[in-house]
């Protein structure tokens, strides 16, 4: 009798697995390379606590976003701590799963492979995903679950399955409470879906959504009270609808303050190929392809129109990465576009360009300083440790929460202990002249850059000197808002 060999893979799984290998790549590889920005050091140093209870009642007043990423966070700190690599594997492995599910969620609606497959490429050498996908925050979740809750939708939309609906709505009640924007994208697949054929079963589903809803009212009614989010709304709407684009389309980090940072190949050039991708869906996709392609785009478009009614309408939070929700319905598209069976190699060679032009700018953020989140890490590292004589001034909005976890600190309450050294960190034109502003015991001993946009500035008095708190709380010492880094308080002296 002879022995059966083994059946080869197909082509297209092989294709799927180089595809997520290079993913898990591009977001495993580099995860220790950059220091915690601001918002990762608020999630490690401020919202996740030694118990659950705790944490839980830290994220309304700490975070503009409902609690399940941070409770998530909480359980995989408990193994190995709160370092960069491990809390941000946690979002590397949504990231690289995120992968898969897309390719799927391409094939449900249905979709050709090859559109599915370069659906899949998009999300691998996204820039922002992967920025996404190396960073302590809700984001990279939010992005595998809301592809989760489009995957069953597009399940359920085609053959009408309670089962599939059941997994909708509980997969998007689970999104819903990492981020509330994954209710733009949840609100068009549900009115498509109770317009369906199985009207009774979609309404059922939705349950799950309105209960956590509910759950999550009073959470974002207190955040908003906090205005923790305030900040998106201060600059143009034009401009923060670019950038979103400029995500999309592979041409922006995950930062989104400043201008944004170009590389050598011009924003233009991927813009013109998702154009071009939208064009060959329209013009030489087959009904199936367009109706497939037509689905997602009425998702995505509708996730977007909501979001900036949401702005129009006073709740203006519309930025990029609030929008990654969106994303997986619209890179989908792309997909559907580059991937049309009539397009011949066309699609295909527009789509690799696309990712390439993705992959040199994800490659541009691990090589240029400049379009890396800031090294505060270094930055601790230069100051080296505080004593109740030596204070670390830095800026508000961008450096105090990092410093304050790599230096194990807090901030400064009333005016501290008479001091010998007083470390800035900040902007080197401000560290130059602050020695005016200063007792004149102090003198500069030092400066020297230690991130791409701040400069540690020391100062050293031959004795100590009282300095009073709204002295150290000037801005122009550091160039900005300032907050004043001590050492923690120590145990009480035993009675």
């Known amino acids: 009798m002879r022995a059966r060999l083994p059946r080869p893979v197909p082509p297209h799984l092989v294709l799927l697995g180089g595809i997520v290998l290079l993913g898990a790549v591009l977001r495993f590889s580099t995860l220790g390379l950059q220091s915690y920005r601001y918002d990762e050091a608020v999630t490690v140093g401020r919202v996740l606590h030694a118990n659950f209870s705790d944490t839980f009642a830290a994220v309304p007043r700490s975070e503009s976003t409902p609690p399940l990423y941070y409770l998530l ?12 690599v491990w809390m941000r594997s946690l979002s590397a492995l949504a990231g690289t799963a995120s992968i898969v599910v897309v390719y799927l969620g391409a094939l449900s609606l249905p979709l050709p492979r090859r559109a599915g497959l370069i659906a899949a490429a998009a999300v691998a050498v996204s820039p922002v995903l992967i920025w996404f996908s190396q960073d302590a925050r809700a984001y990279a979740l939010v992005f595998l679950l809301t592809a989760l809750s489009f995957l069953f939708f597009a399940r359920a939309r085609r053959g009408g399955s309670g089962r599939d609906l059941a997994w909708w709505g ?57 205005a923790h989010a305030s900040w998106i709304a201060e600059s143009p709407i034009e401009s923060r609808l670019e950038r979103a684009g400029a995500k999309l389309v592979g041409s922006d980090n ?35 392809e367009r ?26 939070y519309f930025d990029g990465r609030n929008l990654l929700p969106a994303f997986v319905p619209l890179l989908i598209v792309l997909g559907a576009g580059f991937g049309v069976r009539r397009s011949g190699w066309a699609g295909p060679a527009a789509a690799a360009a696309f990712c390439l032009c993705s992959l040199f700018f994800t490659i541009e953020i691990d090589r240029l300083p400049r379009l890396q989140r800031e090294d505060l890490r270094n930055a601790a590292a230069v100051a080296g440790p505080l004593r109740r004589d030596k204070v670390l001034v830095t800026q508000r909005y961008s450096a105090n929460q990092p410093l304050r976890y790599y230096l194990g600190a807090d901030f400064a309450a009333t005016t501290p202990p008479p001091l010998r050294e007083i470390v800035l960190v900040g902007s080197a034109a401000a560290g130059r002249h602050a020695g ?36 150290l709380e000037n801005a122009a010492l550091i160039g900005g808002p300032a907050s004043v880094l001590v050492v923690p308080p120590g145990p009480a002296p035993a009675s």
């Open 436 to 471: 005016r502003l200063l007792p004149p015991a102090f003198h500069r001993v030092g400066s020297r850059p230690v991130s791409y946009n701040f400069t540690l500035t020391r100062f050293r008095a031959s004795r100590a000197v009282r300095v009073p708190l709204r002295r």
């Open 73 to 84: 966070a909480w359980a995989w700190s408990k193994p190995f701590g709160t370092g960069e």
């Open 254 to 288: 995950g930062d989104e303050h400043g201008r944004r940072q170009g590389v050598a190949i011009p924003l233009g050039v991927p813009a013109a190929l998702a154009v071009l991708a939208a064009a060959l869906l329209v013009w030489r996709g087959d009904p199936e």
């Open 291 to 316: 109706r497939g392609g037509g689905l997602a785009a009425l998702v995505g478009g509708g996730a977007i129109a909501l979001a900036l009614l949401a702005a129009a309408t006073g709740h203006d």
């Open 170 to 226: 509980g997969l998007s009640a689970l999104a819903l409470a990492t981020h509330y924007f994954a209710g733009f994208v949840i609100v068009p697949e549900a009115v498509i879906l109770l317009v369906g054929r199985n009207r009774r079963v979609a309404a059922l589903a939705c349950l799950p959504i309105v209960a956590m809803g509910a759950l999550l009212a009073p959470i974002a009614i207190e955040q908003t009270e906090h």
